[in-house]
């Protein structure tokens, strides 16, 4: 039996054990599932014979090297500042390592010892990072290959409600980590390059300056820019490119509507409200609005945001009853974005019958033999069921095959890696159709950039 | 004689030096004036034989604690980091200090040091902070003399270009540092109260909510919040307050119009543009706004910013020559905000015989006997020239009666200190007047916090 020793059985482990305990028999493997919480290891195991429970703790050293020593492969499904300490022991015991996180600068410090060490520290192979790396130089490469020459690389994703629960005037539920939701777009003005200009969208712009896409049998969504899309561009090789633009996807209407949030500066997690335990929703929003001694906080607002009285805005605030003067914060000391957060979770909590759904949307233009030409490519992937969601599968499925993979010995190229390389993409992508996550290519005109999408 | 040691013999040292070299004679005073540049130092001394130029290096420990142990009296006008070094030696040669800086937590922390010396070392006695101290405390205090209880307090300040020099559509120049203008209000949220209710503001709003006031013979200006309107709560006696309001003043159309720089982004500070060095004028703009292959540059913007053609925010962008093509930025590696500094500095540094003017208006609500009123105090300051300005006046000569005040004993208290006490306030401001900063007090009725200012 080879050991896979996994660390952290949060929501992202179900489908990664799933995968991996069901291919325990044919491909003999044992694991052991190590969690904070022993109880949520233990049922993510389901019972299996080839797994083992147990209570781990990061920062127990007698364990860690104990466990981590007797492991094949470590897979780490930690917060990513957390890797590190597991990084260095695979290194001392000489384990291959992977991960669904950003390789942190830490991490790439290491990369010499894994090398000399002959070892894979394979990083970024969930969803974003992951599947995006994956399924983008898997299509470049392609171009290329063909002699082709990339002028254009538009990449988005977005984790959304599944159509069959998308029952909110948002389009929206939360379907991962509600707080990175609510400070999407802080930190840092937003960055890419546009038919070769350098273009700048900052905070209060981001969430009005987007783009909308259509997806064959899931109709439109609307992208907004991230902070960081020139963060790859050596690593695919686009450094000529003359159009370079990641973003997160939403259903249409929602970034405007995010809007109101911004503006209003709801989502501001770098101070604390006065009294925010004892607050009332509508104190809450009317600490945002001027004072007077008789206007409505509901007037003030309409005016300030300059809502008319059949603008689907307003209903879309209603229905976060953010005027409700009964309800309570109940968070003490707490940030607008903090209280913000609270207020949606309210009401974009997934239902115990919901499901999610990953979208991704690639496009890539490209000049072959004097003809430009281009690439649309999408994936939707919906969730089974509150487990086994569509992020749990997307993130999941491609760490669990890549560490089958290192195991098994096709992919070896030393180092602290990325999964673009074919011999890591290939299998992966290829593997991962079988549970759903296909890629559609549709060919269309070149168009340049043009956010209107129309071809004039 | 005594000896006086000023270090620093910027722009806020003209008036300073002038008047303690005024009262060289009859007080007995001997100036040294040290500066980096010792050529600044001599023009400042206007070849007075009770003063000495010193080119000084605050870092030259032998040169500093040379002078300072010579010295009855040290006055630091130097960038407010540096006052600490010069601080420490003032208590090692047991020597008053006076600056017209913020106290920093490192000066705060000396006090007891200070105290056990019996030394004043007299902070904040500039203009703001300083001058509206003192104002703000002697009307405070004999409004609570009386038996007054204060429920309203708003302070405003600004530094503009004089009426006569006020030429341009944005009726304004740059007075002081360009940079600090250019920043303002970035770094946290606006938070004041008004009338018990906490409110904030988000930077993206900062410049659209505005306060109109009208200063008897000078017309109207607005304010907009500051950061930190409740800083001085405790240290006022104003705990108990409704409403506490700091704001800056400008001429009004002013803080709308600088919105449009923050709603492009271009008050950004945080990073560096791409090419910043050989941009044009127009590039810069054209950063911020969407890509478009045919669509010029201005139309993009007034799209962006809803502006009508009719519109005078248009003709204030036009006299920037923001769209200018043939006007390189020529800093390389800038931010945008360092960018728009320049571009600002093309048209708002004062002309050789431009005039500025220093505006403070503050507001008092109290109740006396059952009785709600209002004093509203304002004071106008003009410079003579280029030389003794406005503010070199307003920030230089509080600090320099302040210490002649120290070092004849009639200011006495030992400690880090404001000048909040009435030992301290009344000769300063009484000996203010002769200078022409005179505060005109008009009772008005109260109307509690009402942004129209109208009587309803």
Known sequence: MRNILIIGAGRSASSLIQYLLNKSESEQLHLTIGDLSAELAERKTNGHPNARAIAFDIFNETQRHEEISRANIVISMLPAH?????????????????????????????????IANNLVFMNEVGLDPGID???????????????????????FCGGLVAPESDNNLWNYKFTWNPRNVVLAGQGGTAKFIQEGTYKYIPYNKLFRRTEFMHVEGYGRFEGYANRDSLKYRSVYGLDDVLTLYRGTLRRVGFSKSWNMFVTLGMTDDTYVMENSEKMSYREFTNSFLPYHPTDSVELKLRHVLKIDQDDIQWDKLLELDLFNPNKIVGLRDATPAQILEKILSDKWTL??????????????????????????????????????????????????????????????????QLPINREVYTPILKELEEFGVVFHEKHVPYMGYNPQNVAS
């Not at 957390?82 to 015991?93: F, M, Q």
């Not at 898997?138 to 690389?153: H, S, T």
């Not at 490519?377 to 993130?395: E, L």
């Not at 999941?396 to 195991?407: D, N």
């Open 351 to 416: 239902n115990h019958d919901d499901k999610d759904m990953i979208v991704m949307y690639h496009k890539f233009g490209y000049e072959l033999n004097g003809e430009t030409k281009q690439i649309d490519a999408t994936m939707v992937c919906i969730g089974d069921d509150q487990t086994y969601t569509a992020m749990a599968k997307t993130v999941g499925l491609p760490v669990a095959i890549a560490a089958l993979q290192i195991l098994n010995g096709n992919i070896t190229t030393p180092g602290v």
């Open 133 to 155: 790396h994956m399924s983008a130089m898997k299509i470049l490469d392609e171009i290329r290959d063909k002699g082709g020459k990339v002028k254009l690389f538009e990449s």
């Open 82 to 114: 957390l890797h590190y300490e597991v990084a260095k022991d695979c290194i001392t015991y000489k384990k291959h390592m992977v991960t669904a996180s950003y390789i942190s600068p830490a991490m790439q410090n290491l990369d010499e010892l894994v």
